[in-house]
């Protein structure tokens, strides 16, 4: 099945043409990675999936609904999740106030009752659930200003899945990771993705390779190739696109 359809979409900022008549999928099970060097359009591309950004052109469908136009919030609530390059999380609250406060929000709770909050077991046992089996779950009660970069990393990635969605759009996960922490991502996001379709956004092509079940290049707003891994590492244009950086794509 196909979850996300984007087809020829533009946009331009004046006489720039940031989307190319892009068009992709994601298939339900797919892991499917979008690269492509820096000024390329992947923010742009990102934010107009998002609802953050009007196109100019062309249509964008999730599970098979046109959602091209539609507020952010219903996109939300429709099943879109996302993840920030920087992360975007309260940081006077703990981790499990954190998640509570996504799944509250999946229930169409109000975001002014914290007083309300502790009385709501439901709210709590279902927090839980998220950081149960996850790297946090001996965290849940740290506040997140008290978090290493990693964690928060992690705790995003767990307030998106709060949200039960049915797509992820991770920007740029591993940014600013260390090694031990990228493959601690790099495993969390292999065990998410058997269950959660995604498009990852990323620059970390260790990471790319070891997730992704299919890649797309975008250079100046255009996609130039699509494959497999075997395929993108052949890729003669892409090779020329990343400046001849074959140890990039080796």
């Not at 492509?36 to 999936?49: C, D, E, H, M, R």
């Not at 767990?158 to 990771?177: F, H, K, T």
């Amino acid at each position: 099945m196909t979850i996300l359809a984007i087809d020829g979409l533009v946009k331009r900022f004046g006489g720039l043409l940031a989307t190319d008549q892009v068009s992709l999928t994601v298939e339900d099970g797919e892991i499917h990675a979008l690269i492509g060097p820096n000024g390329a359009g992947k923010s742009t591309l990102i934010n107009q999936l998002c609802g953050e950004i009007a196109p100019d052109e062309g249509r964008i469908r999730l599970a098979g609904q046109d959602i091209t136009n539609m507020p952010v919030p219903d996109r939300v609530a429709l099943g879109l999740g996302r993840t920030f390059q920087i992360t975007s999380l309260l940081g006077d609250a703990t981790c499990r106030q954190n998640i509570a406060m996504a799944v509250q929000a999946r229930q169409g709770g109000n975001f002014r009752i914290w007083d309300r909050i502790a009385g709501r077991r439901d709210l709590w046992d279902q927090a839980d659930a998220v950081l149960d089996g996850s790297a946090l779950a001996g965290r849940a009660d740290v506040v997140v200003h008290d978090l290493s970069h990693g964690e928060r990393k992690q705790l995003e990635l767990l307030i998106a899945l709060a949200r039960q969605p049915r797509l992820l759009l991770l920007d740029e996960p591993m940014a600013g990771l260390g090694h031990a922490e990228s493959q601690d991502m790099i495993a969390r996001l292999r065990e998410v993705g058997r269950s959660v379709p995604m498009l990852l956004v990323e620059h970390d092509m260790a990471a790319v390779f070891a997730l992704a079940t299919r890649i797309s290049v975008l250079v100046y707003g255009r996609i130039i190739a699509s494959g497999s891994v075997a395929e993108i590492r052949a890729n003669a244009e892409v090779r020329e696109a990343y400046l001849g950086a074959e140890d990039e794509l080796c």
